[in-house]
C-alpha cells in the first residue's frame, strides 16, 4: 500500500537556525498538507497546497514559514528562523482528488529547537 | 470559527462496544466528517468518513445527526490494540473566508482486558 514518507524522522537543531523537512506524497495525490503537532496537544492545520500554490494557511503558518514542491515528487516545509516553541511533531499528509478530508499522514518528524 | 470538542479519556474493557462524539458547531456546510486514530509516535490513521446519518465500514461506525452540530464514532467491540487517541476532523470556513481544518480535541481510549 503507498504511503507517505517524510525526512528526517528527528531533527534537533539551534533558535534561529533554517529548517527544512521533507515529505514525499502518495504519488498520485495533488493535494498536499503540513501539520503540527505539539507534544501533548492536538494536531493543528498549517497549511495546504494544490495547483503549486498554498490554497489555505492557518494564522499559526506566518511569514517564517514557507512551502513547496520543487520537483515532481518533494513537497517541503521551511522554517526561516526557528523558536524554541516550534519543536514539535510535524507531519505531511497528501489526499487524493476524489476525498476531501481523507488525508494520508506521514510518520512525523519530530523537530527539537534548542 | 468551528470548535471541536470531545471527552479527554474513556476507559472500556475488551469486547465492548465503546461511542466517542465530538461536538463540532460551526462546520462548513459541504464538509464531511472525518475520523482518525492516533497511536505514539505515529501519524493520524484514517477510520472512517461521513456527511449525514450514518455510514459504517469494516472497522466502526458513524453517526451524524441532522444538525450535523455533533458525531459520535462507534468501534464495536474493542480489543486492547484500540487503545488510541481518537481525533475527529472538520472542515471550517471562517467569516474571512479562510478555510482550514480543524482537528477535535481528542479522546484517550484506554481498553483494559
Known amino acids: 500500500e503507498p504511503e507517505v514518507t517524510q525526512t528526517p524522522s528527528h531533527q534537533v537543531t539551534q533558535m534561529g537556525q533554517e529548517v527544512i523537512l521533507r515529505c514525499v506524497p502518495i504519488s498520485n495525490h495533488l493535494y498536499f498538507y503540513w501539520y503540527r503537532q505539539i507534544l501533548g496537544q492536538k494536531v493543528e492545520f498549517l497549511v495546504s497546497f494544490y495547483n503549486n500554490e498554498i490554497s489555505e494557511k492557518s494564522e499559526i503558518f506566518d511569514d517564517q514559514f514557507s512551502v513547496e514542491r520543487p520537483d515532481g515528487s518533494n513537497f517541503t516545509l521551511k522554517i526561516r528562523s526557528t523558536k524554541l516553541e516550534d519543536s514539535a511533531m510535524y507531519f505531511c499528509?497528501?489526499?487524493?482528488?476524489?476525498?476531501?478530508?481523507?488525508?494520508?499522514f506521514g510518520p512525523g518528524t519530530r523537530l527539537l529547537v534548542l | 470559527l468551528a470548535k471541536t470538542t470531545q471527552p479527554i479519556s474513556m476507559d472500556s474493557y475488551e469486547g465492548q462496544e465503546v461511542n466517542i462524539t465530538c461536538s463540532h458547531n460551526?462546520?462548513?456546510?459541504?464538509?464531511?466528517i472525518t475520523w482518525y486514530q492516533q497511536f505514539p509516535s505515529q501519524g493520524p490513521r484514517f477510520i472512517i468518513q461521513g456527511y449525514k446519518t450514518k455510514v459504517t465500514n469494516e472497522v466502526a461506525s458513524l453517526f451524524i445527526p441532522a444538525d450535523r452540530k455533533s458525531s459520535t464514532l462507534s468501534l464495536p467491540r474493542v480489543s486492547l490494540s484500540d487503545t488510541a487517541v481518537y481525533y475527529c476532523?472538520?472542515?471550517?470556513?471562517?467569516?474571512?473566508?479562510?478555510?482550514?481544518?480543524?482537528f477535535g480535541t481528542g479522546t484517550r481510549l484506554k481498553v483494559l482486558a
Open positions: 460551526n462546520i462548513a456546510t459541504n464538509d464531511y
Open positions: 476532523l472538520v472542515g471550517d470556513r471562517g467569516t474571512s473566508g479562510t478555510y482550514k481544518y480543524i
Open positions: 499528509a497528501s489526499r487524493p482528488t476524489w476525498s476531501k478530508e481523507t488525508q494520508y
